[in-house]
């Protein structure tokens, strides 16, 4: 009996190898097909601290036969809303409350939905996944010198529902559309470039657009219906793809450029508000006023970004 035993022990462990192997191989779309596997959901609880941020561009502006040069943000930390109060990205300042659900649809397109380990709590405020961001500053800087373009720069909020849509159905390329709702609750920066200061910045949605969605409102959830919901929530909704773009010199001939990156704003809805500065006295800044951007609609705007 012990030499039975011990011939199955040593089988099992010979088999575990290829054992491994098959479950590597195995990809989300045969997990679909099985009962209890058709995705994944993960949980996130995280602070992110980052002492620099390096963007070069190595040839400048060819055409203008300028040097190269950089531009640099230092002293960035991402976590909850008190980040953006200037406390550390610690355990006690943390973008938690947050889960990540992960499906395969179909047609082999990727779906990611970033909503809430409270999912109730978040959308009728209770209990909020709230971000903070903090930048120390952003500079500019070539053999010539460098200057400050921003600093002080700190974001507060609350987080609702994101969706993302990896999918390709046209052999084209791929496309990634992105649905998320946000709101801004606090926000203050300086542009020191021009000597102009942004405090309470808000960005929001007072039309409330979010008790009308049909995935997440009246007709989804169900709970903005109670009335105590969040009200407030901006929304953004774009499609990122890769297409081509003709570029005419003043010469008047024509390039065109392949594999550009375009990105579409299909809807965008928030109202922004701020007080400005301008100067400061004695350690007091000297106030500008305010500005109020009611209902800001950028829906069918379209940037291409490409190399030159």
């Known amino acids: 009996m012990k030499g039975l035993k011990k011939l199955a022990l040593a089988s099992a462990v010979a088999a575990a190898p290829f054992a491994q192997a098959e479950l590597v191989a195995m990809d989300d779309a045969v997990l679909a097909d099985m009962t209890g596997q058709a995705g994944v959901s993960?949980?996130?609880?995280?602070?992110?601290?980052?002492?620099?941020?390096?963007?070069?561009?190595?040839?400048?502006?060819?055409?203008?036969?300028?040097?190269?040069?950089?531009?640099?943000?230092?002293?960035?930390?991402?976590?909850?809303?008190?980040?953006?109060g200037g406390a550390a990205a610690t355990d006690d300042a943390r973008f938690d409350n947050v889960k990540i659900d992960i499906d395969v649809d179909g047609v082999g397109g990727i779906l990611m939905h970033l909503g809430a380990v409270d999912t109730a709590g978040v959308l009728t405020g209770a209990n909020t996944a709230d971000f903070g961001l903090h930048i120390d500053s952003v500079t500019?800087?070539?053999?010539?010198?460098?200057?400050?373009?921003?600093?002080?720069?700190?974001?507060?909020?609350?987080?609702?529902?994101?969706?993302?849509?990896?999918?390709?159905?046209?052999?084209?390329?791929?496309?990634?559309?992105?649905?998320?709702?946000?709101e801004v609750t606090t926000?203050?920066?300086?542009i020191d470039v021009i000597g102009l200061g942004v405090r309470n910045l808000r960005v929001f949605d007072d039309s409330n657009p979010f008790s009308a969605d049909a995935t997440y409102g009246t007709a989804g959830l169900g709970l903005e219906a109670v009335g105590t919901g969040d009200d407030n929530w901006a929304k953004v909704a774009m499609q990122i793809s890769t297409?081509?773009?003709?570029?005419?010199?003043?010469?008047?001939?024509?390039?065109?450029?392949?594999?550009?990156?375009?990105?579409?704003?299909?809807?965008?809805?928030?109202?922004?508000?701020?007080?400005?500065?301008?100067?400061?006295?004695?350690?007091?800044?000297?106030?500008?006023?305010?500005?109020?951007?009611?209902?800001?609609?950028?829906?069918?705007?379209?940037?291409?970004?490409?190399?030159?």
């Not at 949980?43 to 070069?56: H, N, P, Q």
């Not at 300028?66 to 809303?81: D, L």
């Open 140 to 182: 500019s800087s070539a053999a010539a010198g460098s200057v400050t373009l921003a600093s002080n720069i700190n974001i507060g909020g609350n987080l609702g529902p994101v969706d993302v849509n990896i999918n390709d159905t046209t052999g084209t390329g791929a496309v990634i559309s992105v649905s998320a709702y946000f």
């Open 187 to 190: 926000g203050d920066m300086d």
């Open 243 to 308: 297409g081509s773009t003709t570029v005419t010199d003043p010469l008047g001939a024509a390039t065109t450029i392949d594999s550009v990156l375009q990105v579409t704003v299909a809807e965008m809805a928030m109202d922004i508000t701020a007080d400005l500065t301008m100067g400061n006295v004695g350690g007091t800044d000297l106030s500008l006023g305010s500005i109020a951007i009611q209902d800001l609609n950028m829906s069918g705007t379209t940037v291409k970004i490409y190399g030159h």
């Open 42 to 84: 993960i949980e996130l609880d995280t602070a992110v601290t980052v002492g620099s941020f390096t963007y070069t561009d190595t040839d400048g502006f060819a055409s203008a036969g300028n040097n190269a040069g950089s531009v640099t943000m230092s002293g960035i930390a991402f976590g909850g809303a008190t980040v953006a």
